[in-house]
């Protein structure tokens, strides 16, 4: 991710000078979704009895990317991991701030020590962006109703790459690792891959409700 970062700071150091004109409309309108896999590396997240919620997260992370990035238009997605490596919260959401990001949804998994069930959304507590709430409702409501898992609402926190992030951010908890059942949803194939669905139709009806 530096790498990217320090990538991104030469190139542009190179373009912009050269080319110091507004780049053109097509350019500028491309949506920009930057998708954060919590966790990685020696930040291995909550631990289930058989998987860690940096795999599933970073799974969940890519196969959000390709629905959004095969059926939809005009958008670019981009993973603030691609791989299993410990990226810092601040570098998260100063990569979706350099990307100039439109949206940024950082996925996650829950753990709780006593029985807990269940999918939440999160905004910034302190002055979230109406557009955070309105992507983290269709979230919920895209695992109530399409992958039946239970409801436990949007909710605000005062997380970090929430309160750093410049443009609608969620945190999104696809379900609580600690609760064997969701656990085994979550570590099968077909479990992940309907949260990432879920995920990719609420950004759907978002899009949507932009040029309304
Ligand atoms: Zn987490």
Same mark, same amino acid.
């Given at each position: 991710?530096?790498?990217?970062?320090?990538?991104? #700071?030469? /190139?542009?150091?190179?373009?912009?000078?050269?080319?110091?004109?507004?780049?053109? !409309?097509?350019?500028?309108?491309?949506?920009?979704?930057?998708?954060?896999?919590?966790?990685?590396?020696?930040?291995?997240?909550?631990?289930?009895?058989?998987?860690?919620?940096?795999?599933?997260?970073?799974?969940? *992370?890519?196969?959000?990317?390709?629905?959004?990035? $095969?059926?939809?238009?005009?958008?670019?997605?981009?993973?603030?991991?691609?791989?299993?490596?410990?990226?810092?919260?601040?570098?998260?959401?100063?990569?979706?701030?350099? +990307?100039? *990001?439109?949206?940024?949804?950082?996925?996650?998994?829950?753990?709780?020590?006593?029985? *807990?069930? #269940? !999918?939440?959304?999160? /905004?910034?507590?302190?002055?979230?962006?109406?557009?955070?709430?309105?992507?983290?409702?269709?979230?919920?409501?895209?695992?109530? &109703? $399409?992958?039946?898992?239970?409801?436990?609402?949007?909710?605000?926190?005062?997380?970090? /790459?929430?309160?750093?992030?410049?443009?609608?951010?969620?945190?999104?908890?696809?379900?609580?690792?600690?609760? *064997?059942? &969701?656990?085994?949803?979550?570590?099968?194939?077909?479990?992940?891959?309907?949260?990432?669905? +879920?995920?990719?139709?609420?950004?759907?009806?978002?899009?949507?409700?932009?040029?309304?």
């Amino acid at each position: 991710m530096k790498q990217v970062l320090y990538l991104y #700071g030469i /190139v542009w150091a190179l373009i912009v000078p050269l080319f110091a004109l507004p780049l053109p !409309t097509q350019a500028r309108e491309r949506f920009k979704i930057v998708i954060d896999a919590g966790h990685g590396g020696k930040d291995q997240g909550a631990a289930g009895r058989k998987i860690q919620e940096k795999e599933v997260t970073l799974k969940i *992370a890519k196969r959000a990317e390709k629905y959004i990035r $095969r059926r939809t238009r005009g958008v670019d997605v981009i993973l603030t991991r691609e791989r299993d490596e410990f990226i810092s919260l601040n570098e998260r959401a100063n990569f979706a701030n350099f +990307c100039e *990001a439109d949206l940024f949804i950082s996925i996650h998994a829950n753990s709780a020590r006593g029985y *807990a069930e #269940g !999918t939440e959304t999160f /905004v910034w507590s302190k002055r979230h962006n109406p557009w955070s709430l309105k992507l983290a409702r269709l979230i919920q409501k895209e695992y109530t &109703e $399409r992958a039946k898992r239970k409801n436990r609402g949007v909710k605000k926190a005062n997380f970090a /790459v929430l309160r750093n992030t410049n443009m609608p951010a969620v945190l999104t908890e696809v379900g609580f690792i600690s609760n *064997a059942k &969701e656990e085994k949803y979550m570590k099968s194939r077909r479990g992940r891959r309907k949260l990432a669905y +879920c995920i990719y139709q609420a950004v759907k009806q978002y899009l949507n409700s932009l040029d309304e």
